[in-house]
């Protein structure tokens, strides 16, 4: 079975904390992405990656970085939490090939009190 | 700009009922895919289809059909026969055209929440 892995389903942190959600992938993929997913929004791209430490900025990447040191593990970063930022992420991975369907995690539910 | 709009927020039907969750997108491109997703509430969200925009057949998978129209820009799913089981947030997604590399970045519209009630 396939697998992407975030490795908290729910998390609580304060203002001003650093935070990092992290996410492993066991298909070697060549894509990964972070999407935020709200109410009436639907999910938006945070960043993406298609190759170990290359990143690309999605539609909303302003208070986030990313890290991808190895194939397999795709990390988000929080560099300042903000409540704004409460919401619930997504990790997933792709082939790479062009078009190909997306894996996804499970989610993270991340509450900045 | 590429966008998917998905007009209902929520559905609501009887088990065995049919149910057809509307999807209408824009782009500029000729290539193009279309996708359904299925968000049950565990949270992870499950792949359904995958359509390019040269294949306008329809598409029939057990109890799933997909109905891919370019003269409409739609691309609408009917659930036959519902069950409770079928209860989740459906989401349907335009892939952009290759670029310098594949990057298969998805651009979601709003979701569709189903409920199915015994």
């Known amino acids: 079975d396939v697998k992407v892995t975030q490795s908290s389903r729910y998390l609580v942190k304060r203002t001003g904390e650093k935070v990092f959600l992290e996410c492993v992938q066991d298909m070697d993929h060549e894509n990964m992405f972070w999407y935020r997913q709200d109410p009436g929004l639907g999910l938006r791209l945070i960043y993406f990656s298609y190759d170990v430490k290359m990143k690309e900025k999605g539609d909303i990447p302003e208070g986030y970085s990313v890290s991808r040191e190895k194939k397999e593990r795709f990390s988000l970063i929080l560099e300042s939490a903000s409540t704004n930022q409460t919401s619930m992420y997504l990790c997933?991975?792709?082939?790479?090939?062009?078009?190909?369907?997306?894996?996804f995690g499970q989610g993270t539910r991340l509450t900045v009190v | 700009a590429q966008k998917v709009t998905q007009a209902q927020t929520e559905i609501s039907v009887v088990e065995k009922e049919d149910v057809t969750l509307d999807c209408v997108y824009e782009t500029r491109d000729t290539t193009y895919y279309l996708f359904w997703y299925k968000q049950p509430p565990s949270g992870e969200l499950v792949f359904l289809i995958r359509r390019n925009s040269f294949d306008e057949q329809n598409e029939i998978s057990g109890r799933y059909s997909w109905n891919f129209q370019k003269s409409t820009s739609s691309f609408n799913f009917t659930i036959t026969a519902s069950q409770v089981v079928d209860s989740a947030v459906y989401f349907c997604a335009l892939s952009e055209a290759p670029g310098s590399y594949n990057t298969d970045k998805l651009i979601f519209g709003t979701g569709t929440r189903l409920q199915v009630f015994p």
């Open positions: 997933a991975s792709s082939l790479g090939q062009g078009n190909t369907e997306a894996f």
